[in-house]
T-cell receptor, first 115, second 114 residues
């Protein structure tokens, strides 16, 4: 579990501000994912990445931007935060190969509050 | 895309009893079904998973069954203990393009009472 970290762990911001959530993994996993967790909705996929410089939309991508210039980092940016983006954000990664190629391991989460 | 429904949303059992959580999925192409346990304030952690070529898998007190024809899978916890209290999520995986993406159920809050 220590192989995937997120920062900050808690963040309070105001409507309209830009916020970047960081995700870092030390396993050299190919795939990385961003989810948001809201009561009654479970975990919903925002964006995912199959490798450096390859990203794609998930179920709820609107209002978010991602990049992946290095395999180990997958930042998530809220370009203009809205109250509806108040949530707990989880980053996850998976090897993408081998016997456990699609087992996803989650980071500790970032609790974001937009005022 | 995939849709996963999970029931019940809350489940209370007495210590030592069994607990069963059920999920259904919509996409017959899904072939990987993990279960995650999430304690309060913690990250989801994989507890067991099953692939579509297997009907049942067991790991100590937990087991998962899969019925591909009916497109449903279940988590069974026997001899429940207070430390089993948590939120449990099922998920189904379907591949789109170059990645295998998980679609999660909405979770079951399990409370094990003494």
């Amino acid at each position: 579990d220590a192989g995937i970290t997120q920062s900050p762990r808690y963040k309070i911001t105001e409507t309209g501000r830009q916020v970047t959530l960081m995700c870092h993994q030390t396993w050299s996993h190919s795939y990385m994912f961003w989810y948001r967790q809201d009561l009654g909705h479970g975990l919903r996929l925002i964006y995912y990445s199959a490798a450096a410089d390859i990203t794609d939309k998930g179920e709820v991508p609107d209002g978010y931007v991602v990049s992946r210039s290095k395999t180990e980092n997958f930042p998530l940016t809220l370009e203009s935060a809205t109250r509806s983006q108040t949530s707990v954000y989880f980053c996850a990664s998976t090897e993408g190969s081998g016997a456990t190629w699609d087992t996803q391991y989650f980071g500790p989460g970032t609790r974001l509050t937009v005022l | 895309g995939e849709n996963v429904e999970q029931h019940p949303s809350t489940l209370s059992v007495q210590e030592g009893d069994s607990a069963v959580i059920k999920c259904t999925y919509s996409d017959s192409a899904s072939n990987y079904f993990p279960w995650y346990k999430q304690e309060l304030g913690k990250r989801p952690q994989l507890i067991i998973d099953i692939r579509s070529n297997v009907g049942e898998k067991k790991d100590q007190r937990i087991a998962v069954t899969l019925n591909k024809t009916a497109k449903h899978f279940s988590l069974h916890i026997t001899e429940t203990q207070p430390e089993d209290s948590a939120v449990y999520f099922c998920a189904a995986s379907w591949a789109a393009g170059t990645a295998s993406k998980l679609t999660f159920g909405t979770g079951t809050r399990l409370q094990v009472t003494l």
